[in-house]
Nanobody
């Protein structure tokens, strides 16, 4: 059964940093998969903030460009989101996502709270 298991969320002050991790089942951790991170702020829709395209390029939402970096470790089947210069509006639940061979897979979400 395919799984995505996230970790790394928490409480951080504005301007701080966090690194989110997502361990992905090996059978769907493919360079041909679309994989990325969604952010769901309180009361709002989920928004794709960073991703690897099926071609391996990185894409970012304008709101996080220059502050967030998506990376992956193919030896560990792990997807990362490095978040720097965090702002209040980055608060919310972050979900790891993989689209592979016509199917969508989601992690359980990890809470990030930016507060002073």
């Amino acid at each position: 059964q395919e799984q995505l298991v996230e970790s790394g969320g928490g409480l951080v002050q504005p301007g701080g940093s966090l690194r989110l991790s997502c361990v992905v089942s090996q059978n769907i951790f493919s360079r041909h998969a679309l994989m990325g991170w969604y952010h769901q702020a309180p009361g709002k829709e989920r928004e794709l903030v960073a991703s690897f395209t099926t071609g391996g390029s990185r894409t970012y939402a304008d709101s996080v460009k220059g502050r967030f970096t998506i990376s992956r470790d193919t030896t560990e089947n792990t997807l990362y989101l490095i978040m720097n210069s965090l702002k209040f509006e980055d608060t919310g639940v972050y979900y790891c996502y993989v689209h592979y061979r016509g199917s969508d897979y989601w992690g359980q979400g990890t809470q990030v709270t930016v507060s002073s």
